[in-house]
């Protein structure tokens, strides 16, 4: 077989080479020749766009097209974008804890710390129940004002409170709702219901053995303010009350540093005083 190629390789020479060599002699006296290898050398070597620089174009272009593809990518995620929910807030310190003052120097009915908390408890409870804002006709202020009182009041407690404010009660508050009305409370007096003791050992013992009360008598006055649309007063209503609440109360855990109130309101019995 090597034999055979080798006997080939000669003969196609042998045919080829007479050819080849007159092709080159007449290239060498027309000076072609040296014409096509200097055109050979200048785009092999020295003409810019030779095939090293297409591949360098090439390569930089290449990665021009993958860096801006990464960037499209990139911009498509997260496919899930997650927005932010903003709630508007006019008073910012509503949102963060403070310091309120339970008991004031000259309270004398306050005995202990939970009649303390209670009466705060109290307070804020017949402060949101009757009291209203409507001049900014706020739908939301009236959604947190039910479920504000249906955490603290009982089941039956909540549906009287429900009929008090549907649309069916003449008297109902949410039928001022779009006008400029705002009703203002008062606390004036908390009185928890005790019995006097009649000697200082009975004093020591209640002293010792003092139970959590479970009723008190609030007396509260409330002015109701109402302007038109101009802005000019057109009511100014000064009305004083008494309400008898029967509520649970779990009390202070003085040993943990964080432990929860339990407060629920079970009876609210209302009293206008005539003037």
């Known amino acids: 077989m090597t034999k055979i190629s080798e006997d ?9 080479s007479p050819e080849y060599f007159e092709f080159i002699k007449s290239s060498v006296q027309d000076k072609t020749y040296f014409k096509d290898a200097m055109t050979w050398y200048f785009f092999r070597y020295v003409n810019p766009f030779c095939e090293r620089t297409v591949l360098v174009f090439a390569a930089i272009l290449a990665l021009v097209v993958l860096f801006f593809l990464s960037q499209m990518i990139q911009s498509a995620f997260p496919l899930v974008e997650k927005i932010p929910i903003i709630i508007p807030s006019g008073d910012q310190s509503r949102y963060f804890p403070n310091l309120v003052p339970l008991k004031s120097k000259k309270d004398t009915e ?3 710390v939970d009649e303390a ?3 705060y408890l109290l307070s804020v409870y017949i402060t949101d129940r009757e009291g209203f804002d409507y001049s900014k006709s706020e739908v939301m202020d009236v959604n947190n004002k039910f479920n504000r009182l249906k955490n603290t009041s009982s089941d039956n407690e909540y549906r009287q409170f429900q009929f008090f404010m549907s649309k069916d009660n003449p008297t109902s508050p949410i039928h001022q709702f779009g006008k400029d009305v705002v009703k203002k409370i008062k606390i004036e007096s908390v009185k928890f219901p005790r019995i006097e003791p009649k000697d200082f050992a009975e004093k020591a013992r209640e002293f010792l053995n003092h ?4 009723e008190v008598e609030i007396r509260f006055s409330t002015q109701t303010i109402e302007h038109d649309i101009d802005g000019l007063l057109v009511g100014d209503l000064k009305e004083k009350f008494v309400v008898k609440i029967k509520f649970a109360f779990s009390g202070v855990v003085k040993e943990k540093n964080k432990a929860p109130l339990h407060f629920m309101v079970n ?3 209302l009293y206008k005083v005539q003037q």
């Open 211 to 214: 139970k959590i009360p479970t």
């Open 8 to 16: 080939n390789i000669d003969q196609e020479e042998s045919e080829y």
């Open 110 to 112: 306050v005995q202990t």
């Open 117 to 119: 908390v209670l009466k």
């Open 267 to 269: 009876e609210y019995k």
